[in-house]
């Protein structure tokens, strides 16, 4: 048999393991059916558990590559000039059979199978081969001495020699739950294990097929098994692993998480997972949601933390990966539960408080990692295939009633009964009156029919429901035949001759809510409607009911958001079997069962408003909105770029407010840390111009203080931009800010033409408690200008760095969010030019002339006017990323002091005065390069728009009342000589 691609493990109440595939719909009755089970935990080639005597099982599944471990062992021998090479050796030598290092006495017979479920394949034989190479026959390899190097080839100074000896082993029980044993004492393990959990599968650079198995004993201790890998399935050996308190039952996820539950309701988490340290390091106490019930239940996934507190409430922790195994904080999430397991992809599933029916968590996203609602998974199991008419059938129609609609069900069957037998109108079997006690409605009075006589006893153990539609018709008198009026005693029959059987049975039992019922409303999110069974250990259910389970398992199981699933819809037979059911009922019964299922769904309605309307709302609370790999510039020394993750989480308070966090996480000394940030406290983020990197920066008013800004790297321009887009946006959502700067807007350009924006508090200029200038928060306008002035109507205008004025339209975005629809509007190109000057510096050599080798104290040969900074063509960038070339290096001719043909000035040294002709005592020489650059968002006043300002602009936003207080006489005249010669000051006017 194959191994299944996936598969969800379970166990009900009476310890027998199901199997559910997520190409099926029916569970599957595990092998060696006559194990009772406790736990289980899966993964996607086999399955550990608990059975109900605290032995540790594991289930392999068969492959067609088997389970082979070979078994190796040497023979040595040393040349004797007598007898040539023989067993006898020197007393410093190894042993006649050892292993390879010669440390280890090893006989062929010592040789032993580790338990009961391997086999010998063969029997032993010499290896003939040597690195890949054949040996002479005999496999002999030859040495000087031991140890040394071993060649096939004898010399005559080979003293030594060896040749290895293999045997392979099998594992051989495959498909069926195996025993693991001690190597110690097989018939005894450390301590009876009450809980275990595998995982670890996953974690970076380890091992194929290594596995991480932990148990919890009844006596609180944990335990690791060592060396589980796919040679050696069953592991080595149990570790005790010492914990801060007695444990009760812990989670092992695949990657490095590992969490585990304390007596007195706390958790612990294991800290320092590695390949290395496959069993961690130390442990780190978490406290609970609440102090009143502490955690009874946990279970981890890849990013995910779900728990089960002592009240059975649900919760779900936030912010938990491999760098912050401890997450942050709890999340209470809607439904109770008896315990929850994370499987793969972070996909959820829970067995319900009240029901013990499956649930799965829809909505599992790696995005939205705490789902959206549980819904039941109504797969019947195998054997319920050949079942027809079922109480699963009649309980998913909705057909369970009170005592109500009982007692008219009761009139209805008396008075179709006195009909005669010519009547043509369809009846109902007598004992389908009573139908509430069928099926699960039965099992869960076991108390109650425990208690009532055995002539109750022997009714119940009659199914009428089992009967076919003929026997249900008016002209059978298979009701008799069956025997279903033979328990009832005589006195009975004569005390009560109208009464009909079962009558006498305690109902109020009926009136809980089953399973399926429910399950026809799959969307709901509460769990007290779908059920609210009390289960005993020694009650039994019949093959027609549905399986009340004590554990559910995902370890194996891969569902993802487009997995098409059968679990959540009633079977064809099934619904068969209802329908022949209702072509046997009566039409004063289906008003009956009508007007009851309102009244049911009216009352459940009512009852889920009420009793959740105190709960979050659990899918609001977090979402992940964005990860990636950055560059951190690290705030110690030495100081250099480190590989990071970076994590952007937005979640919502109950004020409905957006906030957001951005963690930054990182390895030192081999060590998981990280750094957060709150976005509602960023005051600006920054493009950082860097020759090599497209980094940015981020500031608040403590890292403003301290003059160190979390600085950040992206891989490409295009992936910086995207990062600054989405942080800007979610730093003006937590400050509450959206759309264009107000008429109250502070406007600010950097020294390099970035324009920003800050929005003035109430706080800004209130007395006694001024707000300090590091807290203000910018936010940045696409464009770049060298001016801006602006009037208290939001009125703003600029001056560009090649002397054209500008106007600002009121457009929201452009520079890193010029992409986002929401913010494009009114945002036009800025074509705006701007020159970047650098030099080219030679000395003069008596032997090459003037060249690019200066002296030691010489400035760079490229550098800027002053030559302090070199600036070369390769790594002069422009002023920022909102501008872009426009033009290649070209030699700038126009400079003061002229030049020569060739653009070059001349002077005696650096620095002096330059001129444009070369003299005998011109040591030295410059010419200028430039290039040409520009970028875009604000609107330009073309000179056929400046006559008409009063009237309207390209944007129209521009209003006849604020004309005097941008001086449009001075605007009229020629704006481009006026500001060559003086710096034009927009005057400020309201």
């Known amino acids: 048999m194959a191994m299944p691609n996936s598969l969800l493990w379970a166990v009900d109440i009476f310890g027998r393991v199901y199997t559910l595939s997520t190409a099926g719909q029916y569970w599957e009755l595990c092998k060696d059916s006559q194990l009772e089970f406790k736990r289980v935990s899966a993964v996607k080639h086999c399955c550990w558990g608990i059975a109900c005597d605290h032995q540790v099982y594991a289930y392999v599944f068969s492959s067609d590559v088997p389970i082979r471990y070979q078994e190796e062992t ?35 017979d010592s040789f032993t199978l580790p338990s009961p479920h391997w086999e010998w394949e063969s029997d032993w034989y010499v290896d003939e081969n040597i690195g890949g190479e054949p040996t002479e026959k005999g496999g002999w390899t030859y040495a000087i001495d031991f140890p040394a190097t071993y060649a096939k080839d004898k010399k005559w100074n080979s003293c030594v020699r060896r040749r290895r000896w293999i ?12 025993k693991i044993t001690s190597y110690d004492d097989p018939n005894q393990l450390p301590d009876p294990f009450n809980d275990i959990s595998i995982g670890g599968w996953e974690i970076t650079d380890e091992p194929m097929g290594r596995l991480s198995v932990w148990v919890v004993s009844l006596q609180g201790r944990v335990w690791y098994r060592e060396d589980v890998c796919h040679h050696n399935p069953e592991g080595s050996s149990w570790s005790l692993i010492a914990t801060p308190g007695e444990a009760v039952q812990i989670s092992c996820g695949p990657y490095d998480l590992l969490w585990a539950t304390l007596w007195e309701g706390q958790a612990i988490v294991r800290e320092g997972i590695d390949r290395n340290n496959p069993q961690g390091i130390s442990w780190t106490i978490v406290e609970p949601p609440s102090s009143e019930n502490g955690i009874l239940h946990i279970s981890v996934g890849v990013n995910v933390v779900w728990a089960v507190t002592k009240d059975r409430k649900v919760w779900f922790r936030r912010g938990v ?33 009240e029901d013990r029916a499956v649930y799965f968590r829809q909505g599992v996203t790696p995005s939205e990692l705490s789902g959206k609602t549980w819904k039941a998974i109504v797969s019947g199991r195998e054997s319920d295939r050949s079942q027809t008419g079922s109480s699963t059938s009649l309980l998913s129609a909705g057909c369970f009633f009170s005592d109500d609609v009982r007692e008219q069900m009761n009139l209805i069957v008396q008075s179709d009964a006195d009909i005669s037998s010519d009547t043509e109108s369809p009846q109902i079997h007598p004992n389908l009156a009573d139908m509430p006690l069928t099926g699960a409605a039965a099992s869960n009075t076991g108390n109650n029919v425990g208690s009532q006589s055995a002539e109750a006893s022997a009714n119940l153990a009659v199914d009428p429901l089992d009967s076919t539609p003929e026997e249900a018709s008016p002209a059978s008198d298979s009701g008799e035949k069956a025997g279903l009026e033979k328990p009832k005693s005589s006195a009975d029959q004569d005390a009560h001759p109208a009464e009909l059987p079962w009558t006498n049975i305690d109902l109020k039992e009926a009136h809980k809510k089953p399973l399926l019922a429910a399950s026809t409303f799959p969307e709901t ?52 079997s209802v329908q022949s059911l209702y072509l046997s009922i009566s039409p004063a019964q289906t008003a009956a069962w009508r007007k009851q299922i309102f009244q049911q769904l009216s009352e459940r309605t009512k009852r889920e408003l009420e009793n959740f309307r105190h709960y979050e709302q659990a899918i609001e609370q977090s979402v992940w909105v964005k990860t990636g790999t950055l560059q951190w510039w690290r705030s110690w020394k030495p100081h250099k770029w480190t590989d990071v993750r970076v994590a952007l989480e937005q979640f919502t308070g109950n004020d409905g407010m957006r906030d957001s966090i951005l963690f930054v996480y990182y390895m030192y000394r081999e060590e998981k840390k990280y750094i957060h940030v709150f976005l509602n406290e960023v005051t600006i983020l920054v493009e950082v111009l860097n020759d090599a990197k497209h980094s940015f920066a981020l500031y608040t008013p403590e890292r403003t203080k301290q003059r160190w800004p979390i600085r950040l790297a992206a891989a490409t321009e295009q992936e910086m931009h995207d990062w600054l887009a989405l942080l800007s946006m979610s730093c003006c959502e937590s400050r509450r800010i959206q759309g264009p700067p107000s008429h109250q807007a502070i406007w600010s350009v950097t020294c390099k ?60 975005g452009g520079g890193f969010i010029q992409g986002l629809a929401s913010s494009a509007d009114n945002i036009y190109m800025q074509s705006d030019v701007k020159c970047v000057y650098i030099y080219e510096n030679q000395r003069w050599n008596p032997v090459t002339g003037y060249s690019n080798r200066g002296l030691p104290t010489d400035r760079y040969m490229w550098s800027d006017a002053s030559g302090l900074q070199e600036c070369t063509k390769v790594n002069t960038k422009p002023p920022s990323p909102q501008w872009s070339w426009v033009s290649d290096w070209y030699i700038d001719f126009n400079i003061s002091g002229g030049t020569d043909r060739e653009g070059w000035q001349y002077a005696a040294d650096f620095p002096a005065s330059y001129h444009g002709h070369k003299t005998m005592k011109d040591f030295v020489r410059r010419r200028r390069w430039a290039r040409e650059h520009h970028g875009f968002t604000w609107e330009q006043i073309s000179p056929s728009c400046r006559s008409r300002l009063g009237h309207s602009t390209k944007s129209g936003l521009l209003p006849e009342m604020a004309l005097p207080s941008i001086g449009v006489q001075c605007l009229q005249k020629n704006l481009q000589a006026i500001v060559g010669t003086i710096s034009l000051h927009l005057q400020n006017k309201s």
Request: with cysteine.
């Open 753 to 812: 033409g970035d324009i920003f924006v800050s929005e003035p508090s109430p706080e800004l200029e209130a007395a006694p408690h001024l707000m300090p200038c590091d807290q203000m928060f910018w936010r940045q306008i696409g464009g770049h200008l060298r001016l801006i002035e602006c009037n208290s109507h939001g009125i703003a205008w600029g001056i560009g760095y090649d002397h054209t004025a500008w106007v600002y339209t009121g457009g929201y």
């Open 321 to 353: 990966n491999s760098h912050n195994p401890c997450g942050t904080n709890w999340i209470e999430m809607v439904g109770e539960m008896m315990m929850v397991n994370v499987g793969l992809n972070d996909q959820v599933w829970g067995i319900g408080c």
């Open 525 to 576: 999110s509460s769990l007290s409607s779908l059920g609210m069974f009390s289960v005993g250990v020694d009650e039994h259910y019949g093959a027609d009911e549905h399986p009340l389970w004590a554990w559910v398992c995902g370890g194996g199981c891969l569902v993802d958001s487009h997995s098409l699933l059968k679990w959540f819809t009633l079977q064809s037979d099934l619904l068969s």
């Open 167 to 178: 045997r392979y082993r099998r594992y051989k029980s495959r498909d069926t739950w195996a």
């Open 74 to 108: 040497y023979e040595n021998q040393r040349w004797n000039p007598v007898g040539g090479f023989c067993e006898k050796l020197m007393p410093s030598d190894r042993w006649q059979w050892s292993d390879v290092s010669g440390l280890k006495h090893q006989q062929l």
